[in-house]
């Protein structure tokens, strides 16, 4: 399969997905007194621990009964720690919902051995895109002029919670630019990347769209950051164009085309638009689990939907996590075939890449 064929399926599947209409609630399902746990497989500070906590309390006003909605984390191994203990979950009182991101997607991509999770077994009830930002800290940024020309000769450290993570989208990409940017492996969420740039341990860093509104924004403000680069948006042609929620700062696209030696076709450059549609139009998911009766699924379903559809929720929405799609029911379970795919050429280079780079062997 081509990237240009990957693309316009994923393109023509989120849209599809996104008219799809939500079934109306069990009028049987009711959860007076009862509390909704909402698991994140990060840290509390990280852009996936934003999400949930923006839309619980949301949440919680549309189920019946208007249960108490609380996220609760459990980070480790870059989020298999998590998944892995979900995969376990069965269905009892529909009090359990998962939230997943594209760090817990692309080690499912790659066969990590560490994932004994299988996302087919697990019911989406709701799907959200993201953006995502790269910045740099006030000296290495005053030398950003569109390129990164004058910033190959730096040293740059990096907070990653994994090769075979989300992160892997900004590695690869400061690669491709010819950047030295050295990992530290091992954080447990973006959010702790953040800190460690703020503690001055860390001189570049990329942030999802929510961590980056609640956290990196006020370092801009400040002018202790300076932004490099979004990650871009997908138009309806496939195109990768400026991210809706951040549009006067330049993509990797264009970052690219400045720079001298790096290059916006062949193998890397295919590779790398293949995770990036992977990890970002559908990058958080939020789950049911196996076993759930449909009953349930239905009234998830519905909550989600009227959220999605408050007269308000655009404007709240865009302050708190960016100006996304949000996709529900079966256009969540569509919207996952798009995250839970890529090319196997795309694979076979990220594969390759990764023991080259990192040292990390995936067999």
């Known amino acids: 399969m081509t990237i240009s ?33 909402w698991v994140i497989p990060f840290s509390e500070t990280g852009g996936s621990a934003k999400w949930a906590n923006f839309f619980a309390p949301l949440l919680s006003e549309e189920l019946p009964g208007n249960p108490t909605v609380v996220v609760k984390f459990m980070p480790g191994a870059g989020s298999t720690k998590g998944a892995n203990w979900f995969q376990e979950q069965e269905h009892e009182d529909g009090t359990l919902l998962f939230g997943s991101s594209g760090s817990t997607q692309f080690p499912y991509l790659l066969g990590d051995p560490r994932v004994r999770y299988e996302y087919n077994d697990w019911n989406a009830v709701m799907a959200s895109g993201t953006g995502g930002v790269a910045y740099l800290n006030a000296e290495d940024g005053a030398k950003f002029d569109g390129s990164a020309n004058a910033l190959k000769d730096t040293d740059f450290i990096y907070g990653s919670q994994g090769a075979t993570r989300l992160d ?24 702790d990347g953040r800190l460690m740039f703020e503690r001055g341990e860390a001189n570049i860093d990329y942030q999802t769209s929510s961590g980056y509104l609640k956290g990196s924004a006020d370092m801009v403000e400040a002018g202790t950051a ?22 006067e700062i330049a993509t990797f696209k ?17 590779a790398w638009k ?30 989600f939907e009227a959220v999605r559809s408050r007269p308000d929720f655009p404007e709240i929405s865009s302050k708190r996590v960016g100006k996304y799609d949000v996709f529900v029911g079966e256009g969540a379970q569509t919207a996952l075939g798009t995250a839970t795919n890529v090319p196997d050429e795309a694979k076979a280079f990220v594969v390759t890449w990764l023991k080259e780079a990192y040292g990390v062997e995936l067999k």
């Open 254 to 270: 264009e970052v690219c085309e400045a720079t001298d030696g790096c290059e916006t076709s062949g193998e890397a450059w295919d």
């Open 226 to 247: 300076v932004p490099m680069m979004t990650w871009g948006a997908l138009d309806a042609d496939g195109n990768i164009v400026r991210d809706p929620t951040f549009p």
């Open 274 to 303: 293949a995770f990036f549609i992977s990890g970002f139009p559908v990058q958080k998911l939020a789950f049911l689990p196996a076993g759930t009766p449909q009953d349930v699924i239905d009234t998830y379903t519905a909550a």
């Open 168 to 191: 892997l989208v900004p590695l690869l990409a400061w690669e491709m630019l010819g950047m030295n940017v050295e990992p530290v492996f091992g954080i447990k969420g973006r959010g």
């Open 5 to 37: 064929k990957f693309t316009r399926r994923a393109v023509v599947g989120l849209i599809a997905a996104a008219g799809i209409a939500a079934p109306a609630a069990a009028a049987e399902v009711d959860f007076s007194g009862k509390t909704i746990e």
